[in-house]
């Protein structure tokens, strides 16, 4: 079993909708959620941090997290085209290092 | 934001010879960088973690050997692959995490370097 399982996709949405994105773990010793966005070729980004348990909203993005069930999500609301790219959430325990998904590709159609 | 960047942007080489990889924190200074290889729609995984001044900790699997990593200053690690084989193509990024940063102290990635090993 992977430490982090995440749909790879893909997934494709018509320019306005709702993406939503989830990942599951199984070390509950992970405290820090992340999730990246990755272009084709590039080197990931950082979109958004949580710790611990909760919701976390910026912008149009909002990520949350439960720890009771091992499972972290990501909403993108009103998506443009611009947010196709591939998302990947990733996880720490105290030792910064980083357990990431396999990504899930997002293609939003204009 | 902090930058990092990685040099080359893309190697072809041949089976045998050894590439070395650049990362560099360009606009701070990074006490710890990270190594992560890529495959085709693949997530990243962690070679090994790179420390200023000592030896890189390597993940289980990731021969010490093959692929060599130096961390000589605050700003710059490279990661050299020795005897390069068709397998070891790749997408290679690198990381470099602020300690000035914060509670969490994130992780900046570097834009990747293609290595294909012909």
């Known amino acids: ?110 | 934001g902090a930058v990092v960047s990685q040099h080359p942007s893309r190697v072809i080489c041949k089976s045998g010879t050894s590439v070395k990889i650049e990362c560099r924190s360009l606009d701070f200074q990074a006490t710890t960088m990270f190594w992560y290889r890529q495959f085709p729609k693949q997530s990243l995984m962690l070679m090994a973690t790179s420390n200023e001044g000592s030896k890189a900790t390597y993940e289980q699997g990731v021969e010490k050997d093959k692929f060599l990593i130096n961390h000589a200053s605050l700003t710059l690690s490279t990661l050299t692959v020795t005897s390069a084989h068709p397998e070891d193509s790749s997408f290679y990024i690198c990381s470099a995490r602020d300690p000035k940063g914060g509670v969490y102290n994130e992780q900046f990635f570097g834009p990747g370097t293609r290595l294909t090993v012909l």
């Open chain 1, 1 to 110: 079993q992977k430490e982090v399982e995440q749909d790879p996709g893909p997934l494709s949405v018509p320019e306005g909708a709702i993406v939503s994105l989830n990942c599951t773990y199984s070390n509950s010793a992970f405290q820090y959620f992340m999730w990246y966005r990755q272009y084709s070729r590039k080197g990931p980004e950082l979109l958004m941090y949580t710790y611990s348990s909760g919701n976390k909203e910026d912008g149009r993005f909002t990520a949350q997290v439960d720890k009771s069930s091992k499972y972290i999500s990501l909403f993108i609301r009103d998506s443009q085209p611009s947010d196709s790219a591939t998302y990947l959430c990733a996880m720490s325990a105290n030792d910064y290092k980083l357990s990431f998904g396999a990504g899930t590709t997002v293609t939003v159609r204009a």
